[in-house]
């Protein structure tokens, strides 16, 4: 009986890491492409243009 309790309790706590794993590799991922919005949109730029042709 009190193997199986350890094993059970090990499993759960496996399952929980892989979660928080998954959970962090998600929230890397995400924060890069705000991080590549966030750039890209400053490239454009904004309000009135004037273009002068000579």
Known sequence: MNTRFA???LSALLYAQGLLG???LATVLL???AQT???ASADIPTGHSV???R
């Open 7 to 9: 094993a059970s309790v």
């Open 22 to 24: 998954f959970a962090a």
């Open 31 to 33: 924060k890069e492409r």
């Open 37 to 39: 919005e966030i750039t």
């Open 51 to 53: 273009i002068v042709v």
